[in-house]
């Protein structure tokens, strides 16, 4: 359902997306998507990292959106990620930060919701897998 990430290998995942703070993620396989979501649910919360064997995390263990590591820290593993996903392919500037924002349902068209997906345009659910 989301394209135009780039990544050529592994995953992304994050527990910050808004407005529900679910976790959402994508990747090139399911292995990879699958590691990157289990990183943040060992961590309650995160954003995540998975290619081959590599995993990184930045743990946001209040309430999924928020870290107890010093601002320096938080700041350094963040750069780590973007790094990491921009070497696996990703040609965004901010890709976590854009992940962040495919679950916000009020920007257009469809979105993926906790309730299935929601078609803005229309302002309704949407039954695409019938």
């Known amino acids: 359902f989301i394209n135009g990430f780039g990544l050529k290998k592994g995953a992304i995942a994050s527990s910050v997306a808004h407005d529900s703070h679910n976790i959402v993620a994508v990747g090139v396989d399911n292995v990879s998507i699958c590691n990157a979501v289990n ?29 107890l590591e010093t601002y320096k820290k938080t700041a350094e593993i963040y750069e780590e990620l973007n790094l990491f996903a921009k070497k696996s392919g990703t040609t965004l500037k901010a890709p976590f930060m854009t992940l962040s924002f495919m679950a916000l349902p009020v920007i257009p068209k469809l979105k993926i919701t906790d309730k299935g997906l929601f078609n803005v345009t229309d302002f309704a659910f949407t039954d695409i897998f019938c």
Not at 40 to 67: A, C, R, Y
């Open 39 to 67: 990183l943040i649910i060992e961590n309650k919360g995160g954003l995540s990292f998975w290619s081959e064997d590599t995993g990184l995390v930045l743990p946001l263990s209040i309430g999924g959106i928020i870290s």
